[in-house]
């Protein structure tokens, strides 16, 4: 895969034909895959015809594009008919695609919507009345955020929160903002808008940050964050401990996406957004692009420090990959079984470590959350840590 190539379409699909360069280059099916992989094969529909592609792969992006502009259609008539009764707002998604150049060619994933606090059990009894299947997982059940609805193919997430951080306090300010702007229209301000998006990267980090999500924080700055309007917004990044990843990510789409240039974030280090990229590259949309390699980067390798935790940790995994440990008295030695298949991977374990400790450098660099630090639930009208 050529990136130079996926960043050439990314510019001459959002900035109006700067970089025509791009037409003069053979696009293969690799970054295709690519694009498609960070949710933006939709992107280039409009550029598609004058791309350098051969016929198998012109007729290939051609059914896909036809395919996610009628996803689009649904969710939008979807959206627009929710049968809601209560105050919410709608976050990301339409939100996100109204800084595009063309709206319509984001592609859509889940309709998010955040109702008042009070108001959260009636917006979902109301989705159920009318025709609306809950999908609720028991891992969402466990941590409460969201509950997730189905129709017509199109899924509906109901938060009860929507910031998810290692801190209370900020997690709660970043809540209250949302709460505190929900209006008739169903739509948060610019500038509120813009928390949102960076905080769905911030929450995703770990798992693996999309080039889409990327591309709908810059399409916010491009339109809403000019110099004069930073102080501003520097006071509600500040409050929820989100300025320095708001820096380094704008400044990243400066040097390679294409973003005109700020002065508020000039002064980011660019081994730093270099840094960011890579990773950025090498996750896809939610983490898609991980491999068996990545899998071993997770944050257990602190469980070294910890020998029951990590006993406990390979109990849990022997007891869901080791097919003998249905048996009752097997059951007990999962955790050896899980023990001897992961030694088998010593280089990729070793990889996966060195992975580890540059990701973990990577997100102290950027101050963002992490999930082994505890994170924080809204239950009972408190925000709690776990």
Same mark, same amino acid.
């Given at each position: 895969?050529?990136? %130079?190539?996926? =960043? *050439? ?5 959002? @900035? &109006?034909?700067?970089?025509? +360069?791009?037409? /003069? ?24 015809? %004058?791309?350098? =592609? *051969? ?5 290939? @992006? &051609?059914?896909?594009?036809? +395919?996610?502009? /009628? ?44 109702? /008042? ?270």
């Amino acid at each position: 895969m050529n990136r %130079s190539i996926v =960043i *050439d379409i990314i510019k001459e699909s959002l @900035w &109006e034909k700067i970089n025509k +360069a791009v037409y /003069s280059k053979d696009v293969s099916m690799e970054e295709y895959e690519e694009l498609r992989i960070h949710a933006l094969s939709l992107l280039p529909a409009p550029i598609l015809p %004058s791309l350098s =592609i *051969d016929d198998n792969l012109q007729k290939i @992006w &051609e059914r896909d594009i036809i +395919a996610q502009f /009628s996803y689009n259609c649904r969710y939008k008539f979807l959206q627009d008919s929710l049968p809601i009764s209560v105050p919410y707002v709608i976050l990301k998604g339409t939100s996100a695609a109204k800084y595009y150049p063309v709206p319509e060619n984001r592609i859509m994933g889940d309709i998010d919507i955040m109702p /008042s606090r009070e108001c959260m059990k009636l917006a979902c009894e109301q989705l159920l009345e009318n025709g609306y299947e809950e999908i609720t997982t028991k891992s969402e059940q466990d941590r409460g955020r969201h509950r997730t609805f189905m129709k017509h193919g199109i899924p509906v997430e109901v938060h009860a929160f929507f910031a998810s951080m290692n801190d209370p306090e900020k997690a709660k300010a970043f809540d209250d903002m949302i709460v505190q702007n929900i209006n008739s229209l169903h739509i948060l301000p610019d500038l509120f808008n813009g928390m949102i998006l960076i905080e769905h990267i911030n929450q995703h980090m770990e798992e693996g940050v999309g080039l889409r999500q990327i591309i709908d924080w810059m399409m916010f700055v491009d339109k809403c964050l000019p110099d004069e309007n930073w102080s501003s917004f520097q006071v509600l990044l500040q409050k929820t401990g989100l300025e320095k990843l708001a820096i380094i990510v704008t400044r990243m789409c400066e040097i390679y996406l294409g973003l005109p240039s700020h002065n508020w974030c000039k002064g980011a280090d660019p081994s730093l957004c270099a840094d960011l990229m890579d990773y950025v590259f090498a996750s896809g949309s939610f983490g898609n692009k991980f491999s068996r390699e990545n899998e071993l980067r997770l944050d257990s390798f602190s469980l070294l420090k910890h020998p029951f935790l990590l006993i406990h940790e390979l109990q849990r995994r022997g007891e869901k990959d080791w097919k003998y440990a249905k048996k009752r008295i097997l059951k007990h030695f999962a955790w050896i079984w899980q023990g001897a298949q992961l030694s088998k991977e010593i280089p990729l374990l070793v990889k996966g470590y060195n992975n580890a400790v540059k990701l973990n450098k990577l997100f102290d660099s950027l101050e963002i959350k992490k999930s082994k630090r505890g994170l924080v639930y809204y239950e009972d009208g408190k925000y709690i840590k776990k």
